[in-house]
């Protein structure tokens, strides 16, 4: 099998993959490398890839974030049981698609104007892209091929991506269970031991110390909250 | 766009980002103005917070004010065209659809119109911010054409006098005489008169003004949705200065804003 | 600008041109009036 679609990077502005001659796979098929061939062979590439890779991630998109149509419920429980059973996984979100300014915070997300920002900060070499809107995910999965050497794995509800090293398309809970049980099988014959663990928690998350805060954490504003002279402060929220 | 969007899927709450948590805990969305609103912020995690305007810049400030004056923010579509303020208005926590220069009130009276017949029984608000440019220079015919047409949404011009993203070239809506960058004769012809403009096209609420007063603006914003819904085109006409291109140092900024309504946007 | 703002007590008089058609003048009652009673 000659492999179209590579680990990047491929370089600025990369040859589209449709321009390279990659169709998108009938129902029933998957992608591999460019390749169409069967959903099994294309998912245990992928369970192969993020276990052995460094730092697999899972990209949740805002269609499996937001609580917005009936079958999230059991899709956010399949992604959540599939990323328990990768060792060392992690989740990082793309909540929705506006651009983030003046900075992204790399840690805590990812966003398809800029994902490379991500993927290099946390030096991901393998991920997963689920419940992305497609018109997004080609733009982010093109974006990622050119600047990052990471692989891709596009979990596609509707006809899947070729820019993706990995595309599987009609993906909903049932399929996603599915991969896990490779991911599960695959483990076990590359002889990796793990026991199932939850994914840390979004690290923007911990609580801020306010027992540690000073009147100089709040800048130009710090008048507003010290006494003035001969002020005395006795009612205290 | 409903409030489903704006409630995460219990089990990934604790993988979002703290600033989405925030929003879903402490945001204006689903509830009560009394309880938000203009009055009220700081009190609440507001719509736009960061963004990438200069230091000073009262435009930032307006478009604060606009989301923070929003009746339903989970049910409004914004729209937005090239210029400074889409830098913000991008950065707001509502759908922001982003036109080719100047055809965004063409644009929006598409979405009025598939909003009215893809939700029959809910209200949608569409809101267009553009700057002096998009709105009254190169979106021109657009923006006409969409009040001569009736089309129920509001327009929202903010008014800088210049075209401060691409340098300082004078617009229709500087001021006769005005020395920038890009003109250095100063302008040979006075400002449009974009009130009385809408008023002939047919608006049923049109407002100009300098929002010194933050409480007066938000009811213009909130009024003007309102008649949107209702009845017809709405416009506000809203003095937004430019601190770099005018040159006015950032502690003069609301000074100056005070002088134009005095002068200019008043009655 | 906007701690200005929330220091100035002294309410001044705010000056700004405002059009609107009968139509509009009558749903603007009748909002305001709801307000009233809500509040109420």
């Known amino acids: 099998m000659s492999k179209k679609i590579t680990v990047g990077p491929v370089g600025y502005m990369p040859q589209s993959a449709p321009s390279m001659g990659v169709e998108l796979s009938p129902e029933g098929k998957a992608l591999l490398y460019g390749n169409i061939v069967e959903e099994e062979e294309a998912m245990r590439d992928a369970a192969k890839a993020l276990l052995t890779m460094n730092n697999p991630t899972i990209f949740p998109g805002p269609q499996v974030l937001w609580d917005w149509r009936e079958d999230v419920a059991d899709k956010s429980a399949a992604i959540l049981d599939l990323a328990s059973e990768i060792p060392n996984c992690k989740i990082i979100p793309m909540p929705d698609y506006r651009p983030k300014y003046p900075k992204i915070d790399v840690k805590a997300e990812i966003n398809p104007n800029h994902p490379n920002l991500t993927i290099l900060d946390n030096k991901i070499k393998a991920c997963v892209f689920i419940g992305v809107h497609c018109h997004y995910a080609n733009l982010t999965l093109r974006m990622i091929r050119a600047g990052t050497s990471c692989y891709t794995v596009a979990m596609c509800a509707m006809m899947g991506h070729e820019e993706a090293m990995a595309s599987i398309r009609d993906v909903h809970a049932d399929s996603i269970v599915k991969f896990k049980d490779i991911v599960i099988q695959v483990r076990n014959e590359l002889g990796i031991e793990h026991t199932t663990t939850m994914p840390p928690e979004n690290p923007s998350l911990p609580k801020e110390d306010w027992g540690s805060l000073t009147p100089a954490d709040y800048g130009e504003y710090r008048a507003l909250i010290m006494s003035k002279k001969g002020e005395h402060v006795t009612a205290v929220e | ?267 | 600008m906007y701690l200005e703002m929330l220091k100035r007590k002294k309410k001044g008089r705010f000056a700004f041109e405002e059009f609107m058609t009968d139509e509009a003048k009558e749903l603007f009652k009748v909002v305001e009036a709801k307000k009233k009673k809500e509040v109420s």
């Open chain 2, 1 to 267: 766009m409903s409030l489903n969007y704006m409630i995460p899927a219990s089990k990934f709450k604790r993988y979002l980002p703290k600033d989405y948590v925030e929003l879903v805990d402490y945001g204006p969305f689903g509830k009560k103005y009394s309880e938000v609103g203009v009055k009220n912020m700081g009190t609440y995690k507001e719509l736009v917070e960061e963004h990438p305007m200069c230091s000073g810049c009262w435009m930032s400030y307006y478009i604060k004010i606009i989301f923070a004056s929003l009746p339903n923010p989970e049910d409004t579509v914004t729209i937005g065209t090239a210029g400074c303020g889409r830098l913000a208005i991008s950065q707001a926590a509502v759908p922001f659809i982003y036109g080719n220069y100047g055809d965004q009130n063409a644009m929006a009276s598409g979405i009025t119109r598939a909003f009215r017949l893809r939700f029959p029984d809910r209200q949608k608000d569409v809101i267009t911010i553009a700057g002096d440019g998009g709105m009254m220079d190169i979106g021109f015919s657009m923006t006409m054409h969409a009040w001569f047409r009736r089309e129920k949404f509001t327009t929202i011009m903010l008014d800088n006098e210049v075209y401060g993203n691409t340098g300082g070239q004078e617009s229709g809506m500087s001021v006769e005489g005005a020395v920038l960058k890009m003109s250095p004769k100063g302008k040979n012809f006075g400002k449009m008169p974009a009130m009385q403009l809408a008023i002939t096209a047919g608006c049923v609420y049109v407002v100009k003004m300098s929002p010194t007063n933050i409480n007066k603006a938000s009811k213009a914003i909130r009024r003007a949705i309102f008649a949107a819904r209702n009845l017809g085109p709405t416009f506000i006409h809203v003095y937004t200065s430019c601190n770099i291109e005018y040159s006015i140092p950032t502690p003069d900024v609301f000074r100056d804003a005070k002088e134009k309504e005095k002068r200019s946007f008043c009655i």
